[in-house]
T-cell receptor, first 111, second 115 residues
Framework: SQKIEQNSEALNIQEGKTATLTCNYTNYSPAYLQWYRQDPGRGPVFLLLIRENEKEKRKERLKVTFDTTLKQSLFHITASQPADSATYLCALLNYGQNFVFGPGTRLSVLP | DSGVTQTPKHLITATGQRVTLRCSPRSGDLSVYWYQQSLDQGLQFLIQYYNGEERAKGNILERFSAQQFPDLHSELNLSSLELGDSALYFC??????????????FGPGTRLTVL
């Protein structure tokens, strides 16, 4: 069956450290993968998009990697700050189908 | 502010009733997506429209329907409501088709409570 999973429901890290979030998928053939940030009671906000033929993308303190062999994407936030605390969602667009979102990882950056 | 507007913000209704949720996409965006988010199900894709035509369908129940009008705003109609339909409903928009590597801009959501 098709599945998209994110490594953990919640992740706590110390301010200044690098947060690494994982997104794994099974039985999908994604054209691309996106990462979104969602704060409580608000709509998701787009962060990064990575295509199937790209290995890595960066934007300021954010980095995303995409390994189609492992069927995995990693999302990194370097020099994390308490303001980075939120739920992070990965989403993929399956060829010929539609968007599928992961369950999300709730990140807490502790001062 | 994403530029996507949704009305109403909150809706409380009874089982068996019918409601309509409204979405106005960002200026210039042709695609509209509807999602349902509940605590136990996460963010579930319901349906997508592009320039007035249905483009993709997800886990949308037969009791639910949607349309996109010539001015590109969209409505999601939910009928014969059940307790389990209580959720946050998000609308998102993008410039083009999903296959064109477009990011989605999400609205603030409509919180539906069915009593």
């Amino acid at each position: 069956s098709q599945k998209i999973e994110q490594n953990s429901e919640a992740l706590n890290i110390q301010e200044g450290k690098t947060a690494t979030l994982t997104c794994n998928y099974t039985n999908y053939s994604p054209a691309y993968l996106q990462w979104y940030r969602q704060d409580p009671g608000r709509g998701p906000v787009f962060l990064l998009l990575i295509r199937e033929n790209e290995k890595e993308k960066r934007k300021e303190r954010l980095k995303v990697t995409f390994d189609t062999t492992l069927k995995q994407s990693l999302f990194h936030i370097t020099a994390s700050q308490p303001a980075d605390s939120a739920t992070y969602l990965c989403a993929l667009l399956n060829y010929g189908q539609n968007f599928v979102f992961g369950p999300g990882t709730r990140l807490s950056v502790l001062p | 502010d994403s530029g996507v507007t949704q009305t109403p913000k909150h809706l409380i209704t009874a089982t068996g009733q019918r409601v309509t949720l409204r979405c106005s996409p960002r200026s210039g965006d042709l695609s509209v997506y509807w999602y349902q988010q509940s605590l136990d199900q996460g963010l579930q894709f319901l349906i997508q429209y592009y320039n007035g035509e249905e483009r993709a369908k997800g886990n949308i129940l037969e009791r639910f329907s949607a349309q996109q009008f010539p001015d590109l705003h969209s409505e999601l109609n939910l009928s014969s409501l059940e307790l389990g339909d209580s959720a946050l409903y998000f609308c998102a928009s993008s410039v083009g088709l999903a296959e064109s590597y477009n990011e989605q801009f999400f609205g603030p959501g409509t919180r539906l409570t069915v009593l």
